[in-house]
């Protein structure tokens, strides 16, 4: 059977390269070749409908990737140079016969992939963050950092906003739980969600974000647009830039944080923190911003107050008592998430920031999931409620007294 590099060559040898080609004409180029090569090696009308969509990805989209893009049930694609592509469908990885034909190739969709995103990255800048159009992350390696040819990771989000419902039909969150939450942010708690990578921070920050009342003015900042804020009128996104060829033109996360107090925001919404910006989201979280959200890697509320201690430290000298009363006073709640054995992601558990109190921060723990037993290869478990809430200041303040905690999501 004729290869699709070869059908590639050839149409590339028609196409007229002193103008831009509409996607019309391309299509009706690639099915004529389709049909001249048809009348001298026989091509079925699924054969022919194969290679048309592969020809047209490869001229217009995203090459071979394309298709693992447009199904829904892929969260994940890893690009391991040209001969290993991986993806994840339901939590499970498996490895793509897929392949593609050259370096050259790859190199071109990564370059594409860069461009899409105002990004540039080559053997000098061989590391880089970008986005696809529909908000896709995608973390690019080129060698020669990478050893057996260019490194592409995506991390797909889903199309349409994952909302709370929706997570508590996936039993990732209980109904009183999620109630509970959407109350705290509504009365203006400053929330942090901590996990491991692919425990669904930002699936559920978005979701958590639905509860902001529609009336305040809220300001998002990232390093790649991920977040998908719904039905707020007032928003402002940012998004970070990094250093130009020159390495000059740089704005960090610190600086749109910086830029984003001036712009009268009721809440921040920061979609992670890595670095030194952990003092200035704690900061901002300390002079008024009330309801602010933010997200960061850790294995346990208790390592996520660490980590955050750590990167404090890197952008400012300051004595580690003052650190963490700046991180008590700032950090309200922290809502953990995990993923199972058995591949699903939950609420582990939400946990509240009591105060510095002799020398260290005090925490109480308010929902913790606690598994039960099996079924088909399911974890079956239930939340459970272990202390009433302590600080209920914002609460009052915002009218929620105590037989009005609860709001719901019907």
Do not use: C
Not at 315 to 340: F, K, N, T, W, Y
């Amino acid at each position: 059977m004729i290869q699709a590099e070869q059908l590639h060559a050839r149409i590339l040898e028609e196409m007229d390269m002193t103008r831009e080609m509409e996607d019309e004409e391309l299509t009706q180029l690639i099915y004529r070749v389709l049909q001249e090569v048809s009348a001298q090696e026989y091509l079925s009308l699924a054969e022919k409908s194969f290679l048309g969509r592969e020809l047209f990805n490869a001229f217009r989209k995203l090459n071979i990737l394309q298709e693992f893009l447009e199904d829904e049930d892929i969260t994940e694609i890893m690009i391991n140079g040209t001969q290993n592509i991986f993806f994840e469908k339901d939590g499970r990885i498996y490895q793509s016969d897929k392949r593609f034909v050259s370096r050259e190739k790859l190199e071109d969709v990564v370059q594409q992939i860069a461009a899409g995103s105002n990004r540039l990255v080559n053997e000098a800048s061989p590391i880089v963050d970008a986005r696809l159009l529909d908000g896709s992350r995608v973390n690019i390696v080129l060698p020669p950092i990478a050893i057996d040819g260019p490194i592409v990771t995506i991390r797909k989000f889903s199309k349409e906003a994952i909302t709370m419902k929706q997570l508590i039909a996936w039993e990732s969150i209980s109904r009183e739980v999620s109630a509970f939450l959407a109350t705290l942010v509504a009365a203006g708690y400053n929330i942090f969600i901590s996990g491991g990578t692919g425990s669904g921070k930002t699936t559920f920050l978005n979701a958590l974000s639905q509860s902001i009342p529609k009336t305040e003015r809220i300001i998002t900042i990232e390093d790649n647009a991920e977040l998908q804020i719904q039905d707020v009128p007032n928003l402002v996104r940012l998004e970070a830039r990094n250093a130009n060829v020159e390495g000059s033109g740089a704005v960090t996360i610190r600086d749109l944080i910086k830029s984003a107090l001036r712009m009268r925001p009721d809440r921040l919404i920061v979609g992670e923190v890595r670095s030194a910006e952990a003092i200035d989201m704690l900061q901002a979280m300390n002079t008024g911003h009330d309801g602010s959200l933010s997200t960061g890697h850790a294995n346990s509320p208790k390592d996520m107050l660490s980590r955050l201690e750590t990167m404090v430290l890197m952008g400012m000298e300051l004595p580690l008592p003052a650190i963490q009363r700046q991180i008590a006073s700032g950090v309200d709640v922290i809502v953990h998430l995990g993923r199972l054995r058995d591949k699903s992601r939950k609420v582990l558990e939400v946990t509240e920031v009591l105060g510095y109190i002799g020398g260290e921060i005090q925490l109480q723990t308010l929902y913790q999931y606690e598994e039960t037993g099996e079924k088909e290869g399911r974890i079956q478990g239930e939340w459970r409620k272990i202390h009433e809430i302590t600080h209920t200041e914002k609460l009052l303040a915002a009218g929620y007294h105590k037989e009005r905690i609860f709001m719901d999501y019907d």
